[in-house]
C-alpha cells in the first residue's frame, strides 16, 4: 500500500461512518473505529474521530435546551463513567495490538447484539440511579477499550422512556463526558500524541460529506434493511479484527 492509501481508506471509513450517522441518526463511531482499526492502530482509530464526536455531541447536548436538568438526573452515570473511562484506558496500555483488536471486536459484538435485540424493558424510577451507575461503569469499560459506548447507553435510556428531545439531549450529555476524558486519558497516558489527537479535526470534512450523503438517501431507504446490512458488515468487521496478527 502506498502512502497515500492508509489516507484514502480512513477518509473512506469516515464518509461510511458519517452515512450512516446521517441515515439512521446513530453509529459514526460504532461503524468508523473498526473499519479505521483494520489498518490503524486501534488507539489512533480511536483517536481519529475525536473532533466530529466533540463537536456533534456538545451541539446535540446544548440544543434541546436540557443540559442542566440531564446533568442534574444522570450525574453519577456520568461520574461512575469517568472514573471507569480512566482506569481501562490505563489497564490497556500493556496490551499488544492484537489484543486490542480483539477487545475492539468484542465491542462491536456486543453492540451488534444489543442493537438486533432492542430489549422492550422499563426502568422504574426508584431504581434509576442505581442501574445509571452500572450502566455508567460498563459504559466506561467499552469506551476505554473501544469508545464504542452507545448501544449498552441507547438500550439505558430507551429503558427510561424519555420523549425524544430530553432523550437526545441527555445521551448527548454523556457521550461528550465520555469522550472527555477518553481523549484526555489516551494523550495523558502517552496512547496518542497531542499532534495525532489534532489531526482528528481533519475528518470533520469526510464525516460532513458522508453526514449529508445519509441524509439525502434517508427518504429512500428502507430503514429497518439498511439497519441490518449495518449490522451484519459490522459482524463481518469484528471477525477480521479478531484474525488480525
Known amino acids: 500500500m502506498g502512502e ?5 481508506l480512513s477518509a473512506g471509513a469516515l464518509v461510511v ?22 489498518w490503524l492502530p486501534p488507539a489512533q482509530a480511536i483517536g481519529l474521530l475525536a473532533a466530529p464526536v466533540v463537536l456533534s455531541n456538545l451541539i446535540q447536548s446544548v440544543e434541546g435546551g436540557q443540559l442542566g436538568p440531564s446533568w442534574r438526573r444522570f450525574r453519577w452515570l456520568v461520574l461512575a463513567q469517568l472514573v471507569a473511562t480512566v482506569a481501562t484506558v490505563r489497564m490497556t496500555l500493556d496490551l499488544s495490538p492484537a489484543q486490542l483488536n ?12 444489543l442493537l438486533a435485540l432492542q430489549p422492550n424493558v422499563q426502568i422504574p424510577p426508584q431504581h434509576e440511579k442505581s442501574i445509571g451507575v452500572a450502566v455508567g461503569l460498563g459504559s466506561g469499560l467499552l469506551g476505554g477499550v473501544s469508545s464504542l459506548t452507545g448501544p449498552i447507553l441507547i438500550t439505558y435510556f430507551m429503558a427510561l422512556r424519555l420523549q425524544r428531545d430530553v432523550f437526545v439531549s441527555s445521551i448527548s450529555l454523556v457521550y461528550l463526558a465520555g469522550s472527555l476524558p477518553l481523549y484526555g486519558a489516551m494523550v495523558g497516558f502517552g496512547k496518542i500524541s497531542p499532534a495525532e ?9 469526510p464525516v460532513y460529506v458522508g453526514m449529508r450523503l445519509g441524509r439525502q438517501v434517508r427518504q429512500r431507504l428502507n430503514e429497518k434493511l439498511f439497519r441490518h446490512v449495518v449490522l451484519a458488515l459490522l459482524v463481518v468487521i469484528a471477525i477480521i479484527l479478531l484474525t488480525k496478527g
Request: hydrophobic residues 75%.
Open 197 to 205: 489527537l489534532a489531526l482528528s479535526v481533519v475528518a470533520l470534512l
Open 102 to 113: 480483539a477487545m475492539v471486536a468484542g465491542a462491536v459484538l456486543l453492540a451488534v447484539f
Open 17 to 38: 461512518g458519517g452515512l450512516v450517522k446521517g441515515a439512521l441518526g446513530v453509529g459514526l463511531p460504532l461503524v468508523a473505529v473498526p473499519l479505521l482499526a483494520l
Open 4 to 8: 497515500t492509501g492508509p489516507w484514502l
